[in-house]
């Protein structure tokens, strides 16, 4: 990615969220989780992918995994904290299989989005550590399923950014490998 960007523009999906207020989510499909759309990412894989492959056929380089959401403290709102690793996989998962299915393997890039969550150290919402944690964890399953890219989006807490930069850190050490934030 860094090489493409030293040759041409790079355009990079738009808003996934907005995407999916504009489908026909079935009640099914939210099961008891209605307003976690990370969670459509095991119960809504047709239209996950579908908003990739649209934004894939406008001319997107990279689309961002339905991933934003997936930080323990965030799922945790939903009962399903535990599954942070897995949604993070799926969402992953749902953009490959998106570019795979419009035969864009190896010439379209994955980023694991990471939002700020709903909760904010600097306010005490929220130990430092504790979200450090989180962002370790989504950024290693980001890592393990195949993520080219770290997206930290509408961060507006110093706090939150030091754990979100320390929390990728330290899975990148884990893993073994650095992705471009």
Not at 8 to 24: F, H, N, P, S
Not at 154 to 175: N, R
């Amino acid at each position: 990615i860094k090489k493409l960007l030293d040759e041409r523009i790079v355009v990079i999906d738009g808003a996934m969220g907005t995407e999916l207020q504009k489908l026909k989510i079935s009640p099914e499909a939210w099961d008891k989780y209605e307003g976690c759309n990370e969670y459509l990412n095991i119960s809504a894989k047709d239209e996950i992918r579908g908003v990739h492959r649209a934004y894939y056929r406008a001319g997107a380089d990279i689309s961002k995994a339905n991933t934003f959401g997936c930080l323990p403290w965030v799922l945790d709102e939903y009962g399903l904290a535990d599954m942070c690793y897995e949604l993070t996989v799926e969402g992953i998962k749902r953009v490959k299989e998106a570019a795979a299915e419009l035969g864009l393997e190896g010439t379209t890039f994955v980023a694991c989005s990471l939002g700020p969550g709903t909760k904010l150290p600097s306010l005490g919402h929220i130990k430092f550590d504790e979200m450090k944690a989180g962002y370790e964890l989504a950024v290693s399953a980001a890592c393990d399923a195949g993520a080219d890219i770290i997206l930290l989006e509408t961060c507006q807490d110093p706090l939150q950014i030091k754990a979100a930069l320390i929390g990728a850190e330290d899975a990148y050490a884990t893993k073994g490998v650095r992705l471009p934030a």
